[in-house]
C-alpha cells in the first residue's frame, strides 16, 4: 500500500448562515439566490488562484496554495455579496459565514482531506455573518 500523500493548504470553508429558515420560507427564490453567490464564490475563488474543491447543498470548500489567496479571496466575497444583499430585507439575505485553516491535507486524487482538525473545528466563522471579521480589509 501506498503511503498517502500530503500538502499544506489553506483550506476556506463557507456556508448559509440560516440556510433552514430561508428555505423553509422561500425555497424557490433561496435556491436562485443561492445558486447566484456560489457561481460568484467559485468565480472568487478562481481569480484568487484557488480551486473549488466540494459543493454540499449550501457550502463551499475551496483550496488555496497560500493563505493570503484564501483571505484576499474571503474578503473579495465578502465584500460583492454584501453589495448584492444591501438591497434585501434583512430575514431574506443569503450570508454566508466564512472560515479559512492553514494545515496539512491528504491529496487523493482531485479532491483534498483535512487531517489532525475538522475544518469545522479548524476555521473560525464569525458569529454575526453580516459583520466583517476582516474590518480593517473591507
Known sequence: MRPLQHKLAAILYADVHGYSRLTGEDEEGTHRTLSAYLDAFAAAIEAHHGAVKH?????VLADFSTVLDAMSCAVAVQRDLKARNDSWPEAKRVQFRIGVNLGDVIIDGTTSS?????????????PNPAASAFPALC
Open 114 to 126: 483535512a487531517t489532525g482538525s475538522t475544518l469545522r473545528r479548524g476555521s473560525k466563522p464569525w
Open 55 to 59: 459543493y454540499a447543498g449550501d457550502a
